[in-house]
């Protein structure tokens, strides 16, 4: 066998899906109606979706958003296109979905529309369908007119359960509210990180179930190499076959080449800065413990704990001894010693620790199953404002979210408050000092000589750093911190 059993360029299934047992199963069977599935680039997210969707035949629907990405927004009529088509596939399997053809066979232009629809014909057939949605970055495309009502579906919906793939990026979509009226997009979202694979995974996979002759020594020696990172290891191990046998790898295989090097640079540009200047700290000296780090990074312990804790459930940081950490896999390392990652991201430091801190979800998704309990009461029995108070389970359910919303605010509160020992850097205090004397973007990308998108960019790192959601509130700030 001279042929390569190694697959590099695509999404995998059946023999040739590895490990994710147990992330399958809760996935398949866990009680959350809405997931984010969140993991760095070519990890395997998109097997995980399609294997689900087998699984969950015929009542799960996969979409890749990449197929819906217009020119500014995403396409809500290509979508819903998309769904339908999958749908049509279904339906002959399933009498449910044939029985409410007349509803989702439909086309519309607004995805919310054709969504609340579907969603009330399924719940009355007791039917339940799980959404599929990869490449979940392309939901910022949608504005906000959509996001709003599209979570208020899938969070209260009884027939809808989705899961969303995607990069840390889709963090974003938190820093697009930040009003008491209105909570952040993914707060009633699980978070589930897919990241390297078990070490016995890893060697099913490095050997081929048994197909590939390879020493211990080497399996140990590639795991280590690659971080266990699936896609990783097909690339290296292609390189390293020859007539049915793995040898050892040598200089020249371990080269980081264009396509890696265009995977790491994404997956940089989806973390936050504080996230950037760990990666780069670390890569920098090799190994460094959490105190190492506090003397090039001027961040409280806890905080620096709770990003090293966010960057190695992706597979980005990996325990070396004690408290001491390095980087995920070799050849992120190479390619981070010869970069110098810029403090200018995605995602703020506030998103990020958010749709990693179990606590805040917990708290999130308590509040959205007991306010769905109240609709569920009000609609058993036709409960109207005037007798709400005579009815005890629905003003002990009320009693509690009020008690929620002050534990998510503290909790928010803390999370946001790590932001303001970050300081900004030279160029944000200059953008800054600029939107003080009442520059424009367009005049503050002119005086700096940057892109309108970058200024755009920096003011966004630079709410988030310090906490606030306006020109006027960030000016303030930064005086009451003598920043300007």
């Not at 697959?7 to 199963?25: A, M, P, Q």
């Not at 200018?344 to 309990?373: F, G, M, N, Y």
């Amino acid at each position: 066998m001279n042929r390569s059993p190694y697959i590099v360029s695509n999404w995998v299934k059946d023999s040739h899906f590895y490990g994710r047992t147990e992330l399958c199963h809760m996935l398949m069977t866990g009680y959350e109606r809405c997931v984010y599935l969140v993991g760095t680039r070519r990890v395997g997210k998109t097997s995980v979706l399609m294997r689900l969707a087998d699984q969950l035949s015929p009542h799960a629907i996969y979409c890749d958003l990449m197929r819906t990405a217009g020119s500014e927004y995403l396409d809500e009529a290509r979508l819903v296109a998309l769904m339908r088509r999958q749908l049509n596939k279904q339906a002959p399997e399933s009498a449910a979905l044939q029985e409410s053809r007349a509803i989702w066979d439909q086309q519309s232009d607004s995805l919310c529309a054709w969504l609340d629809e579907v969603s009330w014909r399924w719940e009355e057939l007791s039917l339940t369908v799980t959404l599929l949605w990869d490449e979940a970055e392309l939901l910022r495309r949608l504005p906000d007119k959509t996001l709003m009502p599209l979570r208020a579906i899938l969070q209260h919906s009884d027939s809808l359960r989705i899961i969303i793939s995607g990069s840390k990026g889709v963090a974003d979509l938190n820093d697009r509210w930040r009003s008491e009226y209105v909570s952040p997009f993914l707060f009633g979202f699980r978070t589930y990180a897919v990241a390297g694979l078990e070490d016995g995974e890893a060697e099913e996979l490095i050997r081929q179930r048994g197909q590939v002759q390879v020493t211990d020594t080497l399996v140990e020696t590639i795991a280590t190499i690659t971080g266990n990172h699936p896609f990783l290891i097909q690339t290296l191990c292609s390189k390293l076959f020859s007539w049915g046998q793995l040898h050892e790898p040598t200089d020249q295989d371990l080269i980081v080449d264009s396509s890696m090097a265009d995977l790491f640079r994404i997956d940089c540009s989806y973390l936050s800065p504080s996230e950037q200047h760990i990666l780069s700290v670390i890569a920098q000296h090799g190994i460094l413990s959490a105190n190492d780090l506090q003397q090039h990074i001027q961040l409280p312990d806890k905080t620096i704990h709770s990003f090293i804790a966010g960057m190695r459930q992706l597979g980005l940081l990996y325990p070396a001894d004690g408290d001491r950490w390095r980087i995920g896999n070799d050849f992120l390392a190479q390619w981070l010693r010869g970069q110098t990652l810029e403090d200018l991201s995605t995602i703020t430091d506030r998103a990020s620790l958010e749709v990693v801190d179990k606590e805040l979800q917990d708290l999130a998704i308590s509040r959205v199953a007991q306010r769905r309990r109240i609709r569920d009461l009000q609609e058993q029995n036709d409960l109207d404002a005037d007798n709400l108070a005579d009815n005890s389970e629905l003003a002990h359910l009320q009693s509690n979210i009020a008690t929620i919303d002050q534990e998510l605010a503290h909790r928010s509160s803390v999370v946001a408050a790590t932001n303001t020992l970050s300081p900004l850097s030279d160029r944000e205090i200059a953008v800054v000092r600029l939107v003080a004397a009442g520059l424009s973007n367009p005049e503050i990308g002119r005086e700096l000589a940057i892109s309108v998108d970058t200024v755009k960019a920096h003011l966004k790192n630079i709410s988030g750093k310090l906490g606030t959601n306006n020109r006027a509130q960030t000016v303030a700030r930064a005086k009451e911190q003598q920043l300007i």
